[in-house]
Nanobody
Framework: QVQFVESGGGSVPPGAFLTLSCKATSSNIRAMSWYRQVPGKQREMVATISAIGATNYADSVLGRFIVSRLNNYNEMWLQMNSLKPEDTAVYYC?????????WGQGTQVTVSS
């Protein structure tokens, strides 16, 4: 069973940037996505990148976040610029569509002054 490991989160002030990393325990030629979750709310898709590099973003991050991946199909990054307090969440990666058995621990991003 593929598992994901996320890293790179932290606590930053508004307007700062962070880059999150995601690594799957094995490669698969599938779309990958970043998701985020705030306590008490549903997990939401933030950014998706297909096997051929096509990208899709949630409206709330469009123009600020950039998703990328290596051609080995098991590593992905999320460059987050101009961070806002509403970006505070635990960020996860997974395939798209989701494989519910592959969730990792996530990485916490906190944006606060």
């Amino acid at each position: 069973q593929v598992q994901f490991v996320e890293s790179g989160g932290g606590s930053v002030p508004p307007g700062a940037f962070l880059t999150l990393s995601c690594k799957a325990t094995s490669s698969n030629i599938r779309a990958m996505s970043w998701y985020r979750q705030v306590p008490g709310k549903q997990r939401e898709m933030v950014a998706t990148i297909s096997a051929i590099g096509a990208t899709n973003y949630a409206d709330s991050v469009l123009g600020r976040f950039i998703v990328s991946r290596l051609n080995n199909y098991n590593e992905m990054w999320l460059q987050m610029n101009s961070l806002k307090p509403e970006d505070t969440a635990v960020y996860y990666c997974n395939w798209w569509p989701i494989d519910s058995n592959s969730w990792g621990q996530g990485t916490q991003v906190t944006v606060s002054s």
